[in-house]
Nanobody, 116 residues
């Protein structure tokens, strides 16, 4: 079945970096746009970044532009989010997402905590 699995979250101090991964299966990964979203405690889920299927056009939320980099490896069915210069306000559960036909697919999320 169509599945997305995130990994790479953890605890990091402000100014630090983390790299999130999203493993995709059950569909032709190279044919689909992929997105990262996040949901902070007590807040609604918000868009973070997307990457096109090929040749990799990207776009970012203003809050992360210049600090985060989205990428993908179609040969490995993997998407990544390199997060640099992390701030406490980046603390959230991060989700990867795609839409396959009419199916809106989400992973289970990975928690990122930015704190002293």
């Amino acid at each position: 079945q169509v599945q997305l699995v995130e990994s790479g979250g953890g605890f990091v101090q402000p100014g630090g970096s983390l790299r999130l991964s999203c493993a995709a299966s059950g569909f032709t990964f190279s044919g689909y746009f992929m997105r990262w979203y996040r949901q902070a405690p007590g807040k609604e889920r918000e868009f973070v970044a997307y990457i096109s299927n090929s040749p990799g056009i990207t776009n970012y939320a203003d809050s992360v532009r210049g600090r985060f980099i989205i990428s993908r490896d179609n040969a490995k069915n993997m998407m990544y989010l390199q997060m640099n210069s992390l701030k406490p306000e980046d603390t959230a559960v991060y989700f990867c997402n795609t839409v396959v036909s009419t199916l809106d697919v989400w992973g289970q999320g990975t928690l990122v905590t930015v704190s002293l």
